[in-house]
T-cell receptor, first 113, second 114 residues
Framework: GNSVTQMEGPVTLSEEAFLTINCTYT??????LFWYVQYPGEGLQLLLK?????DKGSNKGFEATYRKETTSFHLEKGSVQVSDSAVYFC????????????FGSGTQLTVLP | ETGVTQSPTHLIKTRGQQVTLRCSSQ?????VSWYQQALGQGPQFIFQ???????GRGNFPPRFSGLQFPNYSSELNVNALELDDSALYLC?????????????FGPGTRLLVL
């Protein structure tokens, strides 16, 4: 079956530090890959997505590249801000749309001023 | 603000009871999905409804059931509650039309089973 493995947290960084959150997946075929963010007290929000190999998703300074050869979709940001503190989830879907998602366990990020 | 609302926000039940959770989708959305998020875990897909019909289900027993109404609001019903059902329940709505689709998640209902 499909599965997503995320780097375990929590992750604590200082403001302006470089962020990497690792994500690898197991799936048959060619899934679409997503990163979601969950701020305290709020619902999940789609951060970025990629639907085929070598695609790069980007949003709000975050980037992730769909690497089929390593079955990975690592999230990166060059300079984090305090407002980026949240829980980040990697997810996959068997369709190009975000349906019937399989999520990783989440990574808590705390950015200190 | 996603336009997806859920009620109640918190709920406490005892083992063996039944519970109904509600979701009001964003206007115009014809697809709703429900997820269960245990503490410290990622959400797990329960099922999806499209135009009032279930069209996808995750690895959850039949005591988890749902309804989608003509106005695209929906319910999640759980019978014979177990302690392990304690979790945050999320609904997500979207408009299904071809490949382009974005899901919007509600803030969730936190269920505690004692």
């Amino acid at each position: 079956g499909n599965s997503v493995t995320q780097m375990e947290g929590p992750v604590t960084l200082s403001e302006e530090a470089f962020l990497t959150i690792n994500c690898t997946y197991t799936a048959t075929g060619y899934p679409s890959l997503f990163w979601y963010v969950q701020y305290p007290g709020e619902g999940l929000q789609l951060l970025l997505k990629a639907t085929k190999a070598d695609d790069k998703g980007s949003n709000k300074g975050f980037e992730a590249t769909y690497r089929k050869e390593t079955t990975s979709f690592h999230l990166e940001k060059g300079s984090v801000q305090v407002s980026d503190s949240a829980v980040y989830f990697c997810a996959l879907s068997k369709t190009t749309s975000a349906r019937q998602l399989t999520f990783g366990s989440g990574t808590q990020l705390t950015v200190l001023p | 603000e996603t336009g997806v609302t859920q009620s109640p926000t918190h709920l406490i039940k005892t083992r063996g009871q039944q519970v109904t959770l509600r979701c009001s989708s964003q206007s115009g959305h014809n697809t709703v999905s429900w997820y269960q998020q245990a503490l410290g875990q990622g959400p797990q897909f329960i099922f999806q409804y499209y135009r009032e019909e279930e069209n996808g289900r995750g690895n959850f027993p039949p005591r988890f059931s749902g309804l989608q109404f003509p106005n695209y609001s929906s319910e999640l019903n759980v019978n014979a509650l177990e302690l392990d059902d304690s979790a945050l329940y999320l609904c997500a709505s979207s408009f299904t039309s071809g490949a382009k689709e974005t899901q919007y998640f509600g803030p969730g209902t936190r269920l505690l089973v004692l």
